[in-house]
């Protein structure tokens, strides 16, 4: 029986409404703290979610030795020193991605951790839908023979017009890189966990759409926009991309091309690809998350829905229900949890979820992308 560990909640947005839902599904784990970036809206938190402690000073919970662990769930901005302080307080931590706002401090984040023997995540959880599991064993058995080519999107369309507004488009908060950095490290770092090829070289392309954009005057959470109405406008210029593609080699042999937008109408959270090897291929797509599409050459292809028992032992361990109740998004946070928590629980469990490591392969990979983008040319990484 797992002991009860004590956990808390960096950041009261969207993301971290969505820590907190899927951390209490767990059992053994309590929310013990919220922090938000203002009294008021920590007390919110709190009381719908039932936790003992708001506070808008992370301080308080670094100092309660009975918090094992942090979500660090911030703008961009803030994962660096929340995660650092945290570290350094003996916590460990499980932060959103991009992990920091560049490579060095991703890299002393890693160093860091290393020192202190901490347990760290970073929140890559779309790895974890039970179909994309399968993907990632049938590689691994040789069902798709060598990988030759993968290409695909993430796109979305929450950002498509001018008076849509959310802090990741002040890079200031976000970072350089808005769109790739949000959903463009998604797609690269799922590629290569599929696949088990590094991206070894970029081209790349962005654009901005809106050089500038009406900023409400007053805090918008993610994804919210489309239900404001009647707010007062400040005009924004905007630096950070609505728009970028990528072509890409995979490792020696393998090549594949991928577009990010948050200005795609209709595309509401189209996280989608397509890998294809000398035998076959396979496509999934988020917004249905269920359906594997297996191609062949010489036989009908394939839709396979989402079966545990049907799947290959390794991604069946990523599917909690039985053939036909689907598991989504809120499951593939909690897939990434429960392994977080594990580790906390037994030093000896293994290390099933993406680690600092991950985002710092990530942030070099954002760093070559902006260079490409900046250079117009091939990048090796």
Known sequence: MMRKIKTAIVGTGFMGKVHAENVRRLGNVEIAAVVGSRPERAREFAEKFTVPLATANLKDVLEDREIEAVHICTPNVDHFPMSMAAIEAGKAVLCEKPLTMDVAEA???????????????????????PAVQQIRQMIAQGDLGDVLIAQGTYSQDWLLYDTDWNWRLDSKENGKLRVMGDIGSHWMDMIQHLTGLSI?????????????????????????????????????????????????????????????????????????????????????????????????????????????????PAAAQFADLPGGHSEGYDDSHKQVFKRFYAKIADANAPVDYPTFEDGLRGMILLSKVAESAAKQAWVKV
Not at 113 to 125: D, M, S, T
Not at 254 to 267: E, I, K, L, P, Y
Not at 277 to 300: C, F, M, Y
Request: charged share 25%; glycine share 10%; net charge positive.
């Open 200 to 312: 070894s070289a970029v081209c790349a392309d962005l654009a901005t759409f809106y050089k500038e954009r009406k900023r409400p005057k007053g805090s918008v959470e993610t994804f919210s926009g489309k239900r404001s109405a009647g707010a007062d406008y400040e005009t924004f210029p905007v630096d950070t991309e609505d728009f970028g593609m990528v072509l890409l080699r995979l490792g020696d042999r393998a090549r594949g091309a991928f577009t990010v937008s948050q200005m795609s109408a209709g595309c509401k959270n189209r996280f989608a690809f397509e890998i294809f090897g000398t035998k076959a291929g396979v496509g999934w797509n988020q917004e249905q998350p269920d359906s594997l599409w297996i191609g062949h050459r010489n036989e009908p292809n394939q839709i396979i829905i989402k079966d545990g028992s049907l799947f290959y």
């Open 107 to 129: 890299r002393q984040l890693v160093e860091a951790a290393k020192a202190k023997g901490a347990v760290n995540c970073v929140q890559h959880n779309l790895r974890y839908y």
